[in-house]
């Protein structure tokens, strides 16, 4: 079974600065993909940034980027130069395959709140 | 190209009462999830379908809950006989095909449900 661990209930971050949310996971699949996704208050899931097991390098999309530490099992995602429409929660989540069209396993989520 | 939509995006129920949801994907896509997510959680995997087939339920699937997509292009998810623990907020996502370039899902914004 898969499973994720987010230990940050919620985080205050200065608008501008850079934001670390963790991720841990668990699985015993070689081959496995990880997503972070944003839920704002209006409730839609936003994908950001995905990275796949055998990636080599980490995955970066504009101001987000995916810090994955294979051996320790974390995915944790980077914003850099926040923003106030950053404010809202973020999950972690896993597929069981390479490829994200098997059911994904998500965390319970960090909610992340910019101050101005 | 239009998103993932769901039809009703809320629905207040007394206990007891069957209720329906519904699921628009994004056209292309051939596969098609459910998940569930209660307040404070991560949403959690109900099934899945790949064109009108379901491929996997979540033991969190009762008896009570069936899902259908037949003709391989929107889907429904009905709940009979409601309970007061199935008050959640009802995603459906939706993904194209495994040898697309992207890897993520794409979810709708979700039916709440509340059981009185």
């Known amino acids: 079974a898969q499973k994720i661990t987010q230990t940050q209930p919620g985080m205050f971050v200065q608008e501008k600065e850079a934001v670390t949310l963790d991720c841990t996971y668990d699985t015993s699949d070689p081959s496995y993909g990880l997503f972070w996704y944003k839920q704002p208050s209006s409730g839609e899931m936003i994908f950001l940034i995905y990275?796949?097991?055998?990636?080599?390098q980490n995955a970066t999309e504009g101001r987000y980027s995916l810090n994955f530490q294979k051996a320790r099992k974390s995915a944790n995602l980077v914003i850099s130069a926040s923003q106030l429409g950053d404010s809202a929660m973020y999950f972690c989540?896993?597929?069981?395959?390479?490829?994200?069209?098997?059911?994904?396993?998500f965390g319970t989520g960090t909610r992340l709140t910019i101050i101005p | 190209d239009t998103g993932v939509s769901q039809d009703p995006r809320h629905k207040i129920t007394k206990r007891g009462q069957n209720v329906t949801f519904r699921c628009d994907p994004i056209?292309?896509?051939?596969?098609l999830y459910w998940y569930r997510q209660t307040l404070g959680q991560g949403p959690e995997f109900l099934t899945y379908f790949q064109n009108e087939a379901q491929l996997e339920k979540s033991r969190l699937l009762s008896d009570r809950f069936s899902a259908e997509r037949p003709k391989g292009s929107f889907s429904t998810l009905e709940i009979q006989r409601t309970e007061q623990g199935d008050s959640a907020m009802y995603l459906c996502?939706?993904?194209?095909?495994?040898?697309?370039?992207?890897?993520?899902?794409?979810f709708g914004p979700g039916t709440r449900l509340t059981v009185t």
């Open positions: 056209s292309e896509h051939n596969r």
């Open positions: 989540a896993m597929s069981r395959k390479f490829f994200g069209n098997e059911k994904l396993t």
């Open positions: 996502a939706s993904s194209p095909r495994r040898t697309s370039a992207t890897y993520e899902q794409y």
């Open positions: 990275q796949g097991s055998y990636d080599q």
